[in-house]
T-cell receptor
């Protein structure tokens, strides 16, 4: 049972434009969400998070939006830069915030 | 300061052999996690340690998999009688272990060990 889903395996965006990465979840008990970024041969690094008491969280070029009624969240990157090319995972903690459930990831490619 | 380190970075083994994967967490982090990422899949939780205890082993795929943590620091994931389906990147993460109902402390990941079972 895939509780966190990223239905787009890849996304290609032109440098300077907006990148929008999507994530859907099925477990209505999730109350905290995280985005991780992963470069090849490196571990995932934490990017941004959002609590379910909010519908938006912004950090520089990165903004995460949460739509609880639709069980959907999205990560916006604007403007997109070549260094943003990576695999992005959304995740949610399960059972008291010790275990993270991850989506399958979306490979973002920023084209010059 | 040093981040999470894992060794080896790559491991190629023959089917049926045992392997040990090592994780050195960030100093002072009491919580340690093992995940694995199979080809084309997301990260799959394996086991969680708080100190030397493992309150959640629910993600271990079979009894061929075991893990231990000593001194509240280094952890070893052991896979016995490896199978080809064990091939994956095994990732370790650590955190301060301060998670509460409304706060999730950030998990910091190591670079992973790529295991290939021939």
């Amino acid at each position: 049972d895939q509780q966190v889903k990223q239905n787009s395996p890849s996304l290609s965006v032109q440098e300077g434009r907006i990148s929008i990465l999507n994530c859907d979840y099925t477990n209505s008990m999730f109350d905290y969400f995280l985005w991780y970024k992963k470069y090849p041969a490196e571990g995932p690094t934490f990017l941004i998070s959002i609590s379910s008491i909010k519908d938006k969280n912004e950090d520089g070029r990165f903004t995460v939006f949460l739509n609880k009624s639709a069980k959907h969240l999205s990560l916006h990157i604007v403007p997109s830069q070549p260094g943003d090319s990576a695999v992005y995972f959304c995740a949610a903690p399960l059972q008291g915030a010790q275990k993270l459930v991850f989506g399958q990831g979306t490979r973002l490619t920023i084209n010059p | 300061g040093a981040g999470v380190s894992q060794s080896p970075s790559n491991k190629v083994t023959e089917k049926g052999k045992d392997v040990e994967l090592r994780c050195d967490p960030i100093s002072g982090h009491t919580a340690l996690y093992w995940y694995r990422q199979s080809l084309g899949q997301g990260l799959e939780f394996l086991i969680y340690f708080q100190g030397n205890s493992a309150p959640d082993k629910s993600g271990l795929p079979s009894d061929r998999f075991s893990a231990e943590r000593t001194g509240g620091s280094v952890s070893t994931l052991t896979i016995q009688r490896t199978q080809q389906e064990d091939s994956a990147v095994y990732l370790c993460a650590s955190s301060w272990g301060l998670a509460t109902r409304h706060f999730t402390d950030t998990q910091y990941f190591g670079p992973g060990t790529r295991l290939t079972v021939l």
